[in-house]
């Protein structure tokens, strides 16, 4: 369902009834080198994966209406993802259950070259099989208009997230612990989820690309005050491009890039990205995410294409 605002009204992001809370899944199941799992004892790593699910809240205001992919008699279906703990080889995912307004994302990860923060993928070579219906759960989740060089609405079965293990992460949930030339694993987890919820994915963040290698969505013109500059590979805003995050002057979550030792958050451009692809948004407030990081949230938070993200020289 497209949101059911043309614009962000004072850029503040808006909700249709009939949709659904988007609930995101992480899946362990190929994290086989220790990055959120103790490969001696199979236990999990709590701390690491509660901030995953904290990267996961600030897209708790997004809502939709997802079909679910449920496989019955006579349908199949198929899609290869890079492996989310070696950073290269393919696996392929076969006939697999997501119930609906649900995106499933596979985590891991390896040691690799020093400066690469990790990347994420919807996949490749997706192909189903069976009733009309089935086919088009798979394919846009039951999404009109979500494929094609015109597209305005984008759904997906979900994706993989590959973190560099090779990096000296922050793993904090509160901002006061960062240093210099550490990189935040929250910034990264956010922004990675980012890129599996359209950001140089959907075929509804493409078409909105005019000729310039700017994004022309009217609810981003609306926040920036004009075209968005991209980068080269018009997958994230340009490098620099600022915005503002709890009211203050902030770098943009989707650029590129983030220096070691900062925490940038979703800026009120990066949700209005999210609407323009499609997806009925609304801003998470920040009493909402300051309740999560209260005493004893984080334990119980635990318990309960390819787009890179690089640290800035």
């Known amino acids: 369902m497209r949101a059911a605002c043309a614009t962000l009204a004072s850029i503040g992001l808006c909700i249709a009834c009939s949709a659904q809370a988007l609930q995101i899944e992480f899946d362990y199941s190929y994290d086989t080198r220790g990055f959120f799992t103790d490969t001696a004892t199979g236990a999990p790593l ?8 904290l990267a996961a809240s600030f897209y708790s205001g997004f809502t939709d209406a997802l ?3 449920a496989p019955q008699a006579g349908d199949s279906w198929s899609v290869r993802i890079t492996h989310p703990s070696l950073g290269g080889p393919q696996i392929t995912l076969t006939n697999l259950t997501i119930p609906a307004d649900t995106l499933r994302i596979y985590v891991g990860g390896s040691d690799s070259a020093p ?5 994420a993928n919807t996949g490749s070579r997706l192909s ?20 094609g060089p ?10 993989m997230i590959w973190f560099n293990a090779a990096n ?11 240093q210099p ?9 956010t922004h990675e989820i980012g890129h599996i919820l359209g950001y140089g994915e959907a075929d509804s963040w493409g078409a909105q690309i005019d000729e310039r290698g700017h994004f022309i969505g009217a609810a981003s013109v609306a926040a920036h005050g004009g075209p968005v500059p991209l980068d080269r590979f018009r997958a994230h805003w340009a490098e620099g491009t600022m915005s503002t995050y709890g009211g203050m002057l902030q770098e943009t979550m989707m650029d590129p890039s983030t220096p070691a030792g900062e925490r940038q958050l979703p800026t009120i451009l990066d949700y209005a990205g999210f ?9 998470v407030p920040e009493p909402a995410i300051a309740l999560l990081l209260g005493p004893g949230a984080l334990l119980a938070l635990g318990v309960a294409r390819r787009r890179r993200r690089t640290s800035a020289s």
């Open 46 to 53: 709590t701390e690491r994966r509660a901030l995953l699910t």
């Open 67 to 69: 079909a679910p992919i």
């Open 115 to 119: 400066g690469v923060l990790g990347f």
């Open 128 to 147: 189903a099989t069976g009733s009309t219906q089935f086919v088009q759960a798979v394919t846009t989740r039951g999404q009109s208009s979500a494929i």
């Open 150 to 159: 015109n597209a305005t609405d984008y759904g997906v079965w979900g994706g």
């Open 168 to 178: 000296d992460w922050y793993f904090g949930a509160g901002s006061g612990g960062l």
């Open 181 to 189: 030339g550490r990189p935040d694993f929250l910034t990264t987890a």
């Open 275 to 283: 609407a323009d692809i499609g997806w009925q948004v609304s801003v």
